[in-house]
C-alpha cells in the first residue's frame, strides 16, 4: 500500500525457504478475505461457492466476480466490481495494511531484487512524486515495459533507471484471458533475455 492504494512490488529471485513463511500468512489472509466478501454476498442474497484452487493460488476479487458471472447473477466482471466488488463497493473488504516499504523490505531480507511493476498505472500518486520514496526504501529497478505505458513514460522510466543504476524490466502483467478485452499474452512484450544478467546478480546476499 502507498498513499492507501495498491502498489504492486515485483520480488525476483528470492531464497523460497525464507520467503514461504510470509507469503503464506499473506496467502491465509487473502483466503480469509474472499470468505468475508462471500459472507457479505449470502447476506444481501447471492450466495456463492468459489471453485477449489491449486496450491500457492489465492482467491482475489477477479476470481469472485467470475464467480458471480458464472453463477447468473451479474453480466460481466465488470458490473460485479461496479454493483458490489469496487474499492467503494457493499461486499469489499480491505487487505491488511501492509506498506509498499514493507514489502521492499520483505523482498530484500529474503534476498530478492525488489521492482515497482508498471508504474505508470498506479493510481496513488504520480512517479516522480513515489518514486525518492521507494528508492530509499531500496528499491532496485522498474518495470519500464509495459503494454499500458506508452512511449514518453516508458523513456522516463529507463532514464530513471540509468540515473539511479536500477534494473529495467518488462512484462505483460498476463492474468489470464479476459472475456471482451484484448489480452497481452507471456513474451508479447519481447523483453531480451539479457536481463537476467542483471537481476541474478544483484539478488541481496
Known sequence: MYNGRSLHILGFYPERDQIEAPLRDRRDGRHQRAQE???RLAAL???LTL???GEGIA???PHIASAMVAAGY???NNEAFARFLGDDGPVCVE???FSAADGIALIRDCGGVPVWAHPYLFRGGWVDEVFPELHHAGLMGLEVHHPHQGRKQIAHL???CQDHNLI???GTDYHGPAPGKSTHYPAQNAIGLDVLDRLKPARVS
Do not use: N
Request: charged letters at 25%; zero cysteines.
Open 37 to 39: 466478501m462471500i459472507d
Open 45 to 47: 442474497g447471492y450466495p
Open 51 to 53: 471453485p477449489e484452487f
Open 59 to 61: 482467491p482475489s476479487r
Open 74 to 76: 451479474v453480466r460481466d
Open 95 to 97: 487487505y491488511p495494511k
Open 158 to 160: 529507463a532514464q530513471l
Open 168 to 170: 529495467a524490466t518488462g
